[in-house]
């Protein structure tokens, strides 16, 4: 059987760490931990699973994800969140991986809690991720946001049965609170490759993430806190654009003379 390490990434994680931990138990014959910072229990409840916890000053997320691979060892790399935890099927799916493997990566659904429901709809499911591959068949892109995983040339990818389960945002404040930060991060991403947002953009932008979210993806379908994702994710559109707008404002200003 081939050996695995998971790999994580963690800041103030107390609240979820435990349990991703516990679901990796039974795979992983490694789990490195790298922590940006964390004041609360995090590093306690880490080396309470005696797994090799290490202290990085905060990197970005796709460079500090690639900075925690190269602490590990073994055969295959799994990544997972800390607010992420493998399903039992999931778990069997990797198993199978580590006996007998037919890719050189591996995608799976992820399924995401949000304020205490799953979401089945909006976009948000089957949200299928690569999150295992062998050693050296891939590493994440360096994105402000949202990282992806990019593969080396010629790797394949196959899908696993099982769902990654993601605890997202418990409360609405708290979603709003990860939207401003998401959105400053974009902006400052659009504005740096020279992007602007136009009046048209700002405003027809938001409406068709609404409709493509909540009629075509059929977020209506999860009821209210359907109603409240999609209405989320238009928000963040027009904040995101507006944000962006009022960097390259300010960019301008300082280019011009008093």
């Known amino acids: 059987m ?3 390490a998971a790999v994580i990434i963690t800041c103030n994680e107390e609240k979820n760490i435990a349990r991703c931990l516990r679901s990796l138990q039974a795979v992983a014959d490694e789990i490195v931990v790298v922590d940006s910072g964390s004041t609360d229990r995090t590093a306690e409840i880490c080396r309470s699973f005696g797994v090799k916890f290490v202290s990085q000053p905060w990197l970005g997320y796709g460079a500090q994800k690639n900075f925690a691979d190269t602490l590990a060892t073994g055969d295959w790399r799994l990544s997972l969140d800390a ?4 399903s039992a099927a999931l778990r069997r799916s990797i198993l199978a991986v580590k006996e007998s493997a037919s890719a050189d990566a591996y995608a799976c659904n992820r399924h995401t809690n949000y304020c205490g429901r799953w979401i089945n709809h909006c976009g948000w499911y089957p949200d299928a991720k690569i999150r295992l591959w062998k050693n050296g068949a891939a590493r994440w892109s360096l994105d402000a946001v949202h990282e992806k995983v990019e593969l080396a040339p010629g790797a394949t990818v196959k899908h696993l049965a099982g769902d990654l ?4 945002c418990a409360t609405v404040e708290e979603h709003l609170a990860v939207a401003n930060r998401y959105t400053t991060l974009k902006a400052g991403s659009y504005a740096a490759q020279h992007k602007t947002a136009s009046l048209a953009q700002i405003l027809v932008a938001p409406a068709w993430c ?3 979210d909540y009629v075509w993806r059929r977020g209506f379908l999860d009821g209210y806190y359907g109603l409240v994702i999609c209405a989320v994710a238009a928000f963040s559109t027009f904040i995101k654009y507006v944000k962006l707008r009022q960097m ?4 301008n200003s300082a280019a011009t003379p008093d």
């Open 210 to 212: 609404f409709f493509h």
């Open 83 to 86: 607010d992420e935890e493998l």
């Open 165 to 168: 389960l993601h605890y997202t």
């Open 248 to 251: 390259n404002a300010g960019e």
């Open 2 to 4: 081939s050996t695995l």
